[in-house]
């Protein structure tokens, strides 16, 4: 019999807020619990055991099971598939062109926006999740395909089914720090072992010229830094040169405010030079004034181009009404961005909002900058950007992976009484519109709202070919 902590909430008919309230918790740290991503405390244990009116034994028992059968990923967990497949390449990739194993593929986003600059080509991608890479090997046909846990593959496989890698990129999930061990004693096969320090065992095994990991801004206070710091060290052991940033994406031409820590080493001693803003963007950083922030004062950059706006990026999608879809632009590109996006695409495709119910719909109406807009009596809770409209002359706030959901963390269009589409949601992470997303409709919002931004990817890739190429031209 199934007794997690979530299967016995919903077979109570219970929300959360009310089983939180009744264990003196909060709804975020039951979600927690009912996610695997931590165990109640034997005290919690035994409270939601007379709760649910079972052994407290039987209950943790199915817990740690549970516990053990998901991945945690970027706010949301997904469970193990239990699958571990490879699949070969459509193409022969290229000659001439930095290779690139992507780890924690996800759509495949970063190594899409390397490939945009023309210096690199994927040759393999990595990920848990078939959704993932049935969307990856889409947009990659170059590269073999590698489905399933990153610690169930042999480094020796991995290496098989690409031949030679220039460039290891990645992002591993943060949930993964879970533990602060030396490096030197990660062996593979490891099951101890987390994902970010798997992704550390590999660029060892295979020692490509170039690495890049991306992360969330909080792998920097992470453990008191020491994470960052672990990585780093161990890169630097195995001979690599290191450098990182704080970067906003919206400084690169991204329609969005979306900040993340950026690692960038080398073997060749050269010291990397990261890419200069394009765009002005204003914003607060979330790592404060920090040096390694990249940030760009107005007066001291006077030809850089003003952020790219939520109106810039999306004002050529049709107007659609919750619950429908248009596949048509309303006219020809209206400037740069648009150009960029379309593409010369001939249809327009993913342009669907979600249905919305009456309720819903009328707190939509209400919608605002922020919460507060919304009648008390509408609503019982939330976050402060929760119902709340993106500005259509500002980037977009951060897309989260429920972008399509008016509770999330505001995603309501401008001026329709909607959520954002999925169109919209991929425009706004610098998607072109051709990129081809498979899956349900869930399947690819968490592939969007996951993905590292191609126009971010690009800028970095454009630099780290320019240092490249100047080693090779010396």
């Known amino acids: 019999m199934t007794c997690d902590i979530r ?47 079972i052994e407290q034994s039987e209950l943790v028992k199915s817990q740690i099971r549970y516990s053990r059968t998901v991945t945690p990923g970027e706010g949301y967990t997904t469970r193990l598939t239990n699958r571990k497949e490879s699949i070969p390449a459509r193409k022969t990739a290229p000659d001439g062109v930095l290779r690139v194993l992507d780890l924690f593929a996800g759509c495949g986003g970063l190594s899409f926006g390397l490939e945009m600059t023309g ?3 994927a040759v393999c991608g990595l990920d848990l999740l078939p959704d993932r890479l049935d969307t990856f090997l889409a947009n990659h046909p170059c590269a073999a395909g590698l489905i399933g846990d990153i610690r169930d593959w042999r480094i020796e496989d991995i290496r098989k089914s690409m031949g030679r890698v220039d460039l290891i990129a990645g992002g591993p999930p943060c949930q993964g720090f879970s533990s602060i061990r030396p490096f030197r004693a990660v062996t593979e096969g490891d099951r101890r072992n987390n994902l970010i320090e798997y992704f550390v065992l590999i660029i060892a095994a295979l020692k490509p010229k170039w690495m890049l990991l ?51 080493g080398n073997r060749m001693g050269i010291d990397f030079k990261w890419p200069e803003p394009t765009h002005f963007a204003e914003y607060r950083s979330m790592a404060g004034s920090r ?49 960029t996006m379309r593409g010369g695409n001939p249809q327009l495709t993913l342009h669907r909002a979600t249905r919305h119910t009456k309720r819903m719909l009328n707190i939509i109406e209400h919608a605002g900058a922020n919460i507060s807009h919304i009648p008390k009596e509408l609503i019982s809770s939330g976050f402060s950007t929760c119902y709340s409209r993106l500005d259509a002359s500002k980037p977009s706030t951060t897309l989260t992976v429920n972008f399509v959901h008016p509770a999330s963390n505001r995603c309501i269009h401008p001026r329709q009484n909607r959520a954002l ?54």
Do not use: C
């Open 119 to 121: 210096h690199f080509v």
């Open 291 to 339: 040096p390694e922030v990249i940030s760009v004062l107005p007066v001291f950059s006077p030809n850089l181009m003003p952020a790219v706006t939520v109106s810039v990026a999306i004002s050529d999608l049709a107007p659609v009404e919750a619950g429908e879809q248009v596949n048509h632009y309303i006219d020809e590109p209206r400037n740069d961005f648009q150009r």
């Open 214 to 264: 991306e992360n969330v801004v909080g792998m920097l206070t992470h453990k008191r830094g020491v994470m960052l710091e672990s990585v780093i060290s161990a890169l630097q052991d195995i001979g690599y040169n290191m450098s990182w940033r704080i970067i906003n994406a919206a400084l690169y031409g991204v329609p969005q405010n979306r900040e993340r820590i950026v690692i960038i």
């Open 421 to 474: 589409t999925i169109r919209e949601g991929a425009r706004l992470q610098s998607f072109p519109d051709r990129f081809e997303f498979i899956g349900t409709t869930g399947q690819i919002v968490k592939q969007i709202g996951n993905a590292v931004p191609p126009l971010l990817a690009k800028a970095l890739g454009e630099a780290i070919y320019t240092a490249d190429d100047s080693r090779v031209n010396q």
């Open 7 to 53: 299967t016995l909430r919903i077979k109570s008919r219970l929300a959360q807020r009310s089983i939180a309230d009744r264990l003196g918790v909060s709804s975020h740290q039951l979600r927690k619990w009912e996610r695997g991503l931590e165990l109640p405390s034997d005290e919690v244990f035994g409270k939601m055991a007379g709760l649910f009116g």
